[in-house]
Antibody
């Protein structure tokens, strides 16, 4: 059974930092593209960042320069370092897998709430 | 960025009805489109990928069609458990983008 367990969320003041982690089990982590997708309260889905299995990294314009995605393939863990947080970053952050070319976002974590407020 | 436009935004239908949701891409995306179902308080669940391929374990009453810029998700016989919000998602090009969602209610 595939499991994704996110941690590291919480309440932070504007301008602050947080680091999200996602531990994955039940699949060969190193062969999967890994992404963060977020959902603001009552809103739709927004792609944040992807760390591909081939080493390529992609960011949404809204977070580029402030967020850094990374992965540890030995520990089956995905990270999202978030700096200079803004109120508009408040959302539920999902860790999501993608099997590879042609496949879509197949396994989702439960989500980790990040609240940016003074 | 590729804009994804879903219609309708909400729909209400009866159990057993055939339901169709449309998604239009602002640019050509070939077949690189997925559909997800999200129930309140839950993570999205992949239903369809590559426009028409049913994800393992998804009931066969769900189907997808289309290519290029026009896509549809069809529920052949609506069930009570299908009350949810449905999102389309293009993954041809970063930034990946999602439709705004279609909320399906059971009458």
């Amino acid at each position: 059974e595939v499991q994704l367990l996110e941690s590291g969320g919480g309440l932070v003041q504007p301008g602050g930092s947080l680091r999200l982690s996602c531990v994955v089990s039940g699949l060969t982590f190193s062969t999967y593209d890994m992404s963060w997708i977020r959902q603001a309260p009552g809103k739709g889905l927004e792609w944040v960042s992807t760390s591909a299995s081939n080493g390529r990294i992609f960011y949404a314009d809204s977070v580029r320069g402030r967020f850094t995605i990374s992965r540890d393939d030995f520990k089956n863990t995905l990270f999202l370092e978030m700096n200079d947080l803004r109120a508009e970053d408040t959302a539920l952050y999902y860790c999501v897998t993608k099997q590879g070319f042609g496949f879509a976002l197949d396994y989702w974590g439960l989500g980790m709430l990040v609240t940016v407020s003074s | 960025d590729i804009q994804m436009t879903q219609s309708p935004s909400t729909l209400s239908a009866s159990v057993g009805d055939r339901v169709t949701i449309t998604c239009r891409a602002s640019q050509y995306i070939n077949v690189w489109l997925a559909w997800y179902e999200q129930k309140p308080g839950k993570a999205p669940n992949l239903l369809i990928y590559k426009a028409s391929t049913l994800q393992t374990g998804v009931p066969s009453r769900f189907s997808g069609s289309g290519s290029g810029t026009e896509f549809t998700l069809t529920i052949s016989s609506l069930q009570p458990d299908d009350s949810a919000t449905y999102y389309c998602h293009q993954y041809k090009t970063e930034p990946w983008t999602f439709g705004q969602g279609t909320k399906v209610d059971i009458k």
